[in-house]
């Protein structure tokens, strides 16, 4: 088998055996190249059949890569029955005092690290022909980069990896020493799908003080430039744990988007039509300034679990999972949740009452009690659907409420079971739309609206649904926005206006309220008459704690927007959707926010200019279609309207024997 020419990255290669070795970009220590600075020399290694001689207690010696600065090899250790890998370094090294002294420093230090998510150190010394060399374990796998070459991973297996690797580099963080070059090619999977971190050859302690002059040159090192930290670039001293985590947000923005993240980058839902929820964890482990970024791999790792959590299982399960009491219930619940979550949802808007669908009930669903009286289905689904599964319980119905107390208490119980989603009742519009009724035959005695707007509303004035630059954060982001305007002669509480974006031809769609977290009435949810407010879409949320914005992107080939006030009242609803849109233009609107058209000069937060060309786009909404009542826990549970087509958690009521 040829080997690479020295310092040749595995990238490059053209060797194909070599590319397909299980142990490529396998270099767990690499002390030379951090010594030297990654300079190659004209030094050949021996051949495997020359090593056993040197080596006594190994046998069965195989080459398997080099670098510009040293060789490994595997090895059969007869002791232990076990092959390991060697790797040696140039016998001229050996005749350098301090690097010596560095190497055997180092050795012991990465010897410490035995972790299952780091390539272990077995041994160090210099063998009879005077090399310099470390057996580590053999690792029976192949690189990250080497799979990223072949495909890109599922997004799920994607957090995995990361996940492990945080792990790995929090071990290391914890015994001092800085990894400084994490990259695909230091990352292995192992035969059995594990991630094992190789290559600490740029690891020093944390604390160190002083240097030589050997010291000083290994400092000099800055990792693979691409995935290297700005302080490592900028050749200084204060490199610290936090460069290994912009290099794992390197890696991560890479696995995801196939790209790397250079200059001012696309987020990767923009890029890869990822999860927007990825975009913070990619978004902070890059930032430029280390005390702005994860301070700790384990914070990382955390925010990258939940992430996947949420991508796999419903809240109502998630939280479920934590209760010993109904922990039985998980396997069903999974099932059952990833079935259905995403069912029905967005029909087109009709302009009559449709007739209920026929819907089959679930076979398999769970009922997780919340008290004597009330449980809740543990699926999201539509208002239909809930209704039907309702009816096949023993005395229950879908909820009604009658006083304040007793919402009180709802609330409170979705509190404690940690439900933050919104959750359907009994209650149905009439066709006259201005009343209600309860669908159990109760009196409709009592009523919990959120607030209507006001005449005239706010409105929608402007939108930026493809922003690259001409807007940005005092972080540096450049989210997508919209321009609400108060035409009104009163301030306004934007607590819970709701925006709704449907991408592609209607069938997805995300929708967020505005408030969450923050009290009603508060200062950053006022909008003072006659004002122009732009709020941000993006899901990026730790730019300004008080800062209302919506918490998904607006950027798709195809879009439209619906605004409705907290109740539910549909204020602007687009009938035509925008179309592969220019980047950095703006789709405007008169004072009124009905006249649209494009503009390629955006004004946010003021009175816009005539747009350049008319969009043929109605606002109008069109006639209300059948909604039910829906509980909203995030607002103290207070009610508002909703399409039946929409999925949310349905709460029952039991009636008393």
């Given amino acids: 088998m040829s080997a690479p020419s020295p310092g040749q990255d595995a ?226 001293n204060d490199v610290d744990h936090r460069a290994d985590i912009f290099s794992l947000g390197v890696t991560l923005y ?45 914070e990382m790792r955390q925010a990258v679990l939940r992430a996947a959590d949420r991508m796999v299982r419903p809240m109502i399960q998630r939280t479920i999972t934590k209760r010993p009491m109904i922990s039985m219930m998980t396997t069903i619940i999974v099932t059952a949740a990833l079935i259905y979550l995403f069912d029905e949802v967005n029909k087109q808007v009709l302009q009559k009452i449709p007739p209920a669908p026929v819907v089959q009930p679930l076979q398999n669903f769970t009922l997780v009690p919340l008290n004597n009286t009330f449980s809740l289905l543990n699926t999201r689904m539509t208002w239909h659907r ?54 159990d035959g109760t009196p409709w005695d009592f009523e919990a609206w959120m607030p209507s707007a006001g005449e005239p509303p706010v409105v929608v004035t402007e939108i930026q649904p493809k922003n690259d630059g001409t807007l940005r954060t005092p972080r540096g982001d450049t989210p997508d926005w919209i321009e609400l305007h108060n035409p009104s002669s009163k301030p306004v509480d934007l607590t819970g206006w709701r925006l709704t974006h449907f991408q592609g031809q209607g069938r997805e769609f995300f929708e967020d309220r505005l408030g969450i977290g923050l009290p009603p009435g508060s200062p950053a949810l006022m909008l003072a008459p006659g004002e122009y407010r732009v709020i941000y879409c993006s899901a990026i949320s730790e730019d300004e704690e008080n800062t209302p914005q919506f918490h998904f992107r607006l950027e798709a080939q195809r879009g439209r927007i619906a605004w409705a006030d907290p109740r539910g009242r549909i204020i602007q609803s687009f009938n035509t959707a925008w179309n ?49 009542v829906m509980l909203l826990p995030q607002f103290n549970s207070r009610w508002c309207t909703a399409p039946l087509d929409r999925n949310a958690l349905p709460l029952i009521r039991h009636r008393k024997k």
């Fill in 254 to 298: 890479e696995m995801i988007t196939g790209h790397f993240p250079v200059g001012v980058f696309e987020a990767p839902s923009k890029k890869a039509g990822s999860p927007p929820g990825l975009d913070k964890i990619v978004t902070k482990a890059l930032r430029e300034n280390p005390a702005e970024r994860y301070q700790s791999a384990t």
């Fill in 580 to 628: 592969n849109f220019p980047a950095n233009a703006s789709i405007t609107s008169d004072p009124a926010g009905n006249n649209w058209g494009i503009s390629p000069q955006p004004s946010p937060g003021k009175p816009n200019p005539p747009p350049v060309r008319p969009l043929a786009i109605d606002v109008t909404p069109h006639p209300p279609e059948r909604q039910a």
């Fill in 386 to 439: 809930a209704q039907v599964q309702a009816e096949v319980l023993p005395d229950a119905e879908l909820a009604s409420i009658h006083s304040a107390a007793e919402l009180a208490e709802v609330h409170q119980l979705l509190e404690e079971h940690g439900i933050h989603s919104s959750v359907w009742t009994g209650g149905l519009l009439k066709e006259s739309l201005d009343k209600c009724t309860w669908t």
């Fill in 11 to 236: 990238r490059d290669s053209s060797d194909t055996s070599l590319a397909q070795s299980p142990l490529l970009g396998l270099n767990p220590v690499g002390l030379m190249d951090g010594v030297l600075a990654g300079q190659a020399t004209d030094w050949e290694p021996p051949l495997a059949e020359e090593l056993e001689p040197c080596f006594p207690g190994y046998t069965d010696f195989r080459f398997l890569d080099r670098g510009g600065m040293g060789a490994v090899y595997s090895a059969l250790q007869n002791s232990l029955e076990r092959r390991v890998a060697v790797k040696i370094l140039p016998p001229d090294l050996g005749n350098d005092t301090l690097f010596v002294d560095g190497f055997h420093r180092e050795a012991r230090l990465l010897a410490r690290l035995q972790h299952p998510h780091v390539v272990a150190i077995y041994d160090f010394g210099r063998n009879a022909a005077g090399h310099l060399f470390i057996v580590m374990e053999y690792v029976d796998g192949t690189s990250l980069l080497e799979i990223m070459k072949k495909d890109r991973l599922p997004l799920q297996r994607t957090l995995q990896v990361i996940a492990q690797v945080c792990e790995a580099l929090q071990f290391a963080h914890d015994h001092g020493v800085i990894h400084r070059d994490i990259k695909p090619t230091n990352i292995l999977i192992d035969s059995r799908d594990n991630v094992r971190v190789a290559d600490f050859g740029l690891a020093r302690l944390a604390k160190a003080e002083g240097t030589t002059t050997t010291q000083t040159r290994s400092s000099m090192i800055m990792g693979t430039p691409v995935y290297a930290a700005p302080e490592q670039r900028r050749l200084g």
